[in-house]
Nanobody
Framework: QVQLVESGGGLVQAGGSLRLSCAAS????????MGWFRQAPGKEREFVAA????????SYADSMKGRFTISRNNAKNTVYLQMNSLKPDDTAIYYC???????????????WGQGTQVTVSS
């Protein structure tokens, strides 16, 4: 019943920008903290960013600080990830997820999307 659907992935050259969206349904969106994770080939899943229920607090992994921005629009049941200054190392499948509170640990997230592919060429 709960669905998280990512979109906006694609191919971009190094230094470019991309905005990912995650549309949620089947839940009261404003009751959940939201996060983004990513997984590159041959690597473990990695925390990217998180945002609290009312956008009061955000959290970022060190490698994303200053380049990525997480935001949400509760009226649209959507969370976004704006990615700037992209690097080839950012190539991965990006997933959005929902938790009861803002969190940086993937075990605290209870709902997950299917992911969207981001590929950064050099």
């Amino acid at each position: 019943q709960v669905q998280l659907v990512e979109s906006g992935g694609g191919l971009v050259q190094a230094g470019g920008s991309l905005r990912l969206s995650c549309a949620a349904s089947g839940l009261i969106f404003s009751r959940y903290g939201m996060g983004w994770f990513r997984q590159a080939p041959g690597k473990e899943r990695e925390f990217v960013a998180a945002i609290s229920r009312m956008s009061v607090t955000t959290s970022y992994a060190d490698s994303m600080k200053g380049r990525f921005t997480i935001s949400r629009n509760n009226a649209k049941n959507t969370v976004y990830l704006q990615m700037n200054s992209l690097k080839p190392d950012d190539t991965a499948i990006y997933y959005c997820a929902a938790a009861n509170n803002i969190a940086t640990i993937d075990a605290r997230y209870i709902y997950w999307g299917q992911g969207t592919q981001v590929t950064v060429s050099s």
